[in-house]
C-alpha cells in the first residue's frame, strides 16, 4: 500500500547527498523536522526547517544526549495509522504522524579509528538515532525509514513516481537495511568493549562487517558470494589491485593464505607461492630474486596457476622471472615502472600491491549450519632457545635458524602436514592427508621430483607427533638429517630411538600446529 508522505524528521552525522532529497522533499510538502547541525545545513541549503525544540516544546539536555528522546517524536513514529485507538491517544496528544526518518549515526566507527580517548568514543555512541531507527524500521507498515545516503536516489524515485508516497514494499526494503544497520553498529561498540576489557570469547559473540563488493561466485560457479570488511577501518584491505581482473573468492582465499605466511617471514626477502590454500613453495633469502626462484623450485607444477606474495619490491628481472609461469595473482611491496610494464603484457594477470596491508590478529570463525567455531589465531612462532634437542647429535646455529624456518611453514599447510626445506627454503611438502604416513611419503615424492639433490642432509618438519616410527623412517631413508616435531606420543622413545639409531638430529616442541 502506497502512503502518503507528509512530515519527515531528517538527522544525519555524514551531510552529504542531501541537497537532491531536499529539493524532492520541498516538491511534494513534505514538511522537514531537524536538530543541530543537520538544521544548521539545512537552513544554509535554503530550505524550510522546523526545528526539533519547537516541534517537542522541550529544549535538548546534557550536552545533546537528550534531543530526540521524546513522546512525541516516537509516538510519531511508532502509532498504527489504521488502529482506532492509536488514532485517538494521536488526536488527544495532538500528535501529528512523521511518514518519513532520513537518520545516519554518530561516527563511533571513524573515532575507534582515530583516537585511544575512551571519553571521546563514548560520546559518540549513538543513541537517539538507533531507537529512532528501530521504531522506524518496527513500524514499516506506516513509516519510510533510510539510514543511507546511497538510498536517497532509490527515495528520490520512490516519491516521484508515487507522487509524494511510499510503497510497501520500498518501506520494507528499507526496514531491513535499517535493522542490519543497528545491528551492525551495536555488534562494533560490543567488540570496542570486549577488547577494551580483553574479552576474546564473551557470552554473546557479535561478528559485524560491511560489504565491501560481491564477487563473480563464490568457491564454484554455482555458488554466490560476496567479500566483507570486518574491522573499524573497513574503507579498504589495505589491498591496491593496479592491473588484472577482478579478484575471486578463491583469488581472496589464496591471498589471505599466502599473506599469513609471509607476516611470519620476519628476516631477509620472503616469497610465498600459495596454490588451494596451500604452501607449495617458500623461500626466504638476502637476495629477492633468489628467494624467488627458490620458492618456484620448490614444485613448480603445483606454482602453475597460483598465488604468490613477496615482502619486497619487484624490479625488472623480477617481474621477468615471474612472467616465465602462469600466475593468478602477485601480491608485492610495491612494482617499480619497468616492473610493471612487464606484468601489464598479461592482461588477466591480477597485480596488486600490499605496501599498506597490515595483518591483524582478529579471532578466526568456522561456521556450519547455526552455529560456529570461534579461536584465538596460531601466532605462535617457536622460540630457538626453549628448542629440546632429544637425540644424541646436537645442532649448531645456522641449523637451530632453519629448523626455526621449517617449522613455522609447516604451521601454515593443511595437517596432517610434513616439510622438508633446504637452506631456508621448502623443497617438498605433504598436505593434508588423513595419514601422517602419507604426507611424509608425498613430501619425500615432491623433494625427489624437483630436487633430489637438495635431500640430503634436509629438514623435515611436522605439524604434529609422530605415532609409529614408520613415518620419519621415510624421511631418514630420503635423507633426512634433522627433524623437528611437536613430540607427546605415548611412543615417543620408539622415534627416538630410531632417530638416534640413524644418527639423526630430533627435536621437540611441545607446540602443536594442527591446521584442518
Known amino acids: 500500500m502506497n502512503l502518503k508522505v507528509k512530515n519527515a524528521l531528517i538527522s544525519v552525522s555524514n551531510k552529504e547527498n542531501l541537497t537532491s532529497l531536499l529539493k524532492t522533499l520541498k516538491k511534494f510538502n513534505i514538511n522537514i523536522i531537524s536538530s543541530g547541525g543537520t538544521y544548521a545545513s539545512i537552513k544554509k541549503l535554503g530550505y524550510q526547517c522546523t526545528e526539533l525544540s519547537k516541534y517537542t516544546g522541550f ?96 527515495l528520490i524515485k520512490e516519491l516521484e513516481i508515487s507522487k509524494g508516497k511510499t510503497s510497501l514494499k520500498f518501506r520494507e526494503l528499507m526496514s531491513s537495511k535499517a535493522f542490519g544497520l543497528t545491528a551492525y553498529y551495536d555488534a562494533m561498540i560490543a567488540n570496542w568493549f570486549n577488547k577494551r576489557l580483553k574479552i576474546e570469547f564473551p557470552e554473546r559473540k557479535t ?16 555458488q554466490q558470494s560476496s567479500i566483507y570488511v570486518s574491522d573499524y577501518d573497513d574503507k579498504q584491505l589495505g589491498f591496491n589491485q593496479i592491473h588484472g581482473k577482478e579478484l575471486s573468492y578463491n583469488n581472496y582465499n589464496d591471498m589471505f593464505a599466502s599473506l599469513e605466511v609471509l607476516n611470519s617471514l620476519k ?37 602453475f596457476g597460483g598465488v604468490i606474495a613477496c615482502n619486497y619490491k619487484i624490479d625488472k628481472k623480477i617481474a621477468s622471472e615471474i612472467n616465465k609461469n602462469f600466475l593468478e595473482v602477485i601480491l608485492a611491496k610495491g612494482f617499480d615502472k619497468k616492473s610493471l610494464e612487464i606484468l601489464k603484457s598479461k592482461k588477466n594477470l591480477r597485480v596488486i600491491d600490499i605496501s599498506n596491508f597490515k595483518l591483524k590478529s582478529l579471532t578466526a570463525i568456522k561456521s556450519f549450519g547455526g552455529s560456529f567455531l570461534a579461536q584465538s589465531k596460531d601466532n605462535i612462532i617457536i622460540d630457538k632457545k626453549k628448542l629440546k634437542c632429544v637425540t644424541k647429535i646436537k645442532p649448531n646455529k645456522k641449523e637451530l635458524a632453519e629448523i626455526q624456518f621449517a617449522f613455522n611453514i609447516c604451521k601454515h599447510v593443511k595437517s596432517n602436514a610434513i616439510v622438508l626445506c633446504n637452506n631456508f627454503s621448502t623443497i617438498g611438502i605433504g598436505a593434508g592427508q588423513p595419514s601422517r604416513l602419507d604426507s611424509c611419503k608425498i613430501a619425500v615424492q615432491k623433494a625427489k621430483q624437483f630436487q633430489p639433490s637438495k635431500i640430503r642432509n634436509s629438514i623435515a618438519a611436522s605439524d604434529a607427533f609422530f605415532p609409529f616410527s614408520d613415518g620419519i623412517n621415510i624421511l631418514i631413508k630420503a635423507g633426512v638429517k634433522t627433524i623437528i616435531q611437536p613430540g607427546g606420543s605415548i611412543r615417543d622413545q620408539e622415534v627416538i630411538n630410531a632417530a638416534n639409531k640413524a644418527k639423526v638430529r630430533m627435536f621437540f616442541t611441545g607446540i602443536r600446529h594442527f591446521n584442518h
Open 59 to 154: 529544549k535538548e539536555m546534557l550536552d545533546g544526549r537528550v534531543k530526540t528522546l521524546h513522546p512525541k517524536i516516537h509516538a510519531g513514529i511508532l502509532h498504527d495509522r489504521h488502529d482506532k485507538k492509536h488514532k485517538k491517544e494521536m488526536s488527544k496528544q495532538n500528535f501529528p504522524a512523521i511518514d518519513l526518518i532520513v537518520v545516519n549515526f554518530y561516527p563511533f566507527q571513524k573515532i575507534v579509528t582515530n583516537t585511544k580517548n575512551p571519553k571521546q568514543i563514548i560520546e559518540n555512541i549513538d543513541i537517539g538515532g538507533p531507537t529512532m531507527v528501530r521504531a522506524a524500521a518496527k513500524n514499516f507498515k506506516n513509516v519510510s525509514i533510510v539510514t543511507d545516503r546511497n538510498d536517497y536516489k532509490s
Open 207 to 222: 561478528i559485524f562487517g560491511r560489504k565491501l563488493q560481491k564477487l563473480r561466485y563464490g568457491e564454484n560457479p554455482h
Open 267 to 303: 628476516k631477509n626477502s620472503g616469497t610465498v607461492i600459495i596454490k588451494h590454500a596451500n604452501p607449495c613453495g617458500v623461500s626466504q633469502n638476502k637476495v629477492p630474486l633468489l628467494s624467488l626462484k627458490n620458492a618456484y623450485a620448490s614444485d613448480p607444477v603445483s606454482a
